[in-house]
C-alpha cells in the first residue's frame, strides 16, 4: 500500500466510523438538518479535544503528523473497538522501512497442526494465510463447503471463492451477512500489512470480478475475529447451522484456524455424520 493509497484507506475509514455515530448517543444536541448521517467534523474534533482544521486534513488524507496519543483521542471519539483502533494506527502512522515485510514463501502447515484439524471430524475446518488463501482444510469442509482438492491452489482464496462459486451464494441463507464476516477479516489483515502491495492488486481484481464487491467492501467493518452464527441450506442435507470459532496459530506464518462449529441444541452434527457416512459408503 502505496502512501496516497494508505491515507485515502485512512479518509475513507474515518468518514464511516464518523458516520454511524448519532450525536445524541455522545451527548451532543440533535441539531438542525444534516446534510450527512452521524456526527459532524467539528464534533468529532470537539470530542476528541484537537482542532477543527487538524481533524478536517486528517480526515481528508492530508499527510500530515500524528502522534499516538492525539490518535487515541480519536479512536475514543470515534469509539472504536480494538481491532478498529489498530487499523486506525496502521493508516494513520505509517510503518518504519523495513517493519511488516511479507515473507513471500508458501505458508506451511505442520503434521502436527493437520492432524488436529483431521480430528474435528465433525466441525468444518479450514485454514487460512494473511491473504485469505486456503491452505488447509479437513474433510468435514469439504463435504459442507467446496472439495477444495479440486480447485487450483492459486484459485482458493476464501473471498475470490464467496464472490465467484454460486455453491456459497446457494448455501448461505444470508449470504451478504457471510461475505461481510470475512470481509472483516480480510480488511484487519489490510491494515496490518500496510506494506504489502498484494492486497490492493487483490482489491482492483475483485472490483472487475463482481460488480457487488466494491459496495460491501466500502461498508465492511474492522474484525479479527467476528463471532458468527452462520445459517446454511445445503443441497442435500437442508438447514444446518454453524457457530464459527477464529483461532490464530502461532509461529512466523500468520495463519488462521476457522472451525465451524455444529450449533448446540441443532440436528446439524447429525446430518453432517449422515452426510459423511453416505459418501464413504458410495467410495466403498
Known amino acids: 500500500m502505496n502512501r496516497d493509497t494508505r491515507l485515502q484507506a485512512l479518509s475513507t475509514f474515518l468518514t464511516s466510523q464518523r458516520a454511524k455515530i448519532q450525536p445524541e448517543s455522545v451527548g451532543l444536541p440533535p441539531g438542525g438538518r444534516r446534510r450527512t448521517p452521524g456526527l459532524r467534523r467539528e464534533e468529532v474534533a470537539q470530542l476528541a479535544g484537537v482542532s477543527n482544521t487538524w481533524y478536517t486534513w486528517l480526515e481528508q488524507g492530508r499527510d500530515i503528523s500524528v502522534s499516538s496519543s492525539v490518535l487515541d483521542c480519536i479512536a475514543s471519539a470515534l469509539r472504536l473497538t480494538s481491532d478498529e483502533r489498530k487499523y486506525l494506527f496502521s493508516l494513520a502512522m505509517e510503518a518504519p522501512s523495513g517493519a511488516g515485510l511479507i515473507q513471500l514463501e508458501e505458508p506451511q502447515i505442520s503434521a502436527s497442526l493437520q492432524k488436529i484439524v483431521d480430528e474435528l471430524h465433525y466441525c468444518p475446518t479450514i485454514i487460512s494465510d494473511r491473504h485469505c488463501q486456503i491452505v488447509g482444510w479437513n474433510q468435514a469442509a469439504s463435504h459442507v463447503f467446496l472439495e477444495f482438492d479440486r480447485i487450483p491452489a492459486e484459485q482458493r482464496n476464501m473471498i475470490r471463492l464467496l ?122
Open 163 to 284: 464472490f465467484t462459486r454460486k455453491e456459497f451464494r446457494r448455501l448461505a441463507v444470508n449470504w451478504e451477512h457471510f461475505v461481510m464476516g470475512f470481509l472483516s477479516i480480510f480488511r484487519s489483515y489490510y491494515g496490518q500489512y500496510v506494506e504489502d502491495a498484494w492486497y490492493e492488486q487483490f482489491l482492483r481484481e475483485m472490483e472487475q470480478v463482481d460488480h457487488e464487491f466494491l459496495s460491501l467492501w466500502k461498508h465492511s467493518q474492522v474484525s479479527s475475529a467476528p463471532e458468527v452464527v452462520i445459517e446454511f441450506r445445503h443441497a442435500k442435507m437442508g438447514k444446518m447451522l454453524f457457530d464459527l470459532t477464529s483461532l490464530q496459530v502461532q509461529g512466523s506464518a500468520d495463519l488462521r484456524c476457522s472451525i465451524y462449529t455444529p450449533a448446540a441444541g441443532s440436528s446439524t452434527e447429525a446430518k453432517l455424520k449422515q452426510l459423511m457416512s453416505k459418501t464413504a459408503d458410495s467410495i466403498n
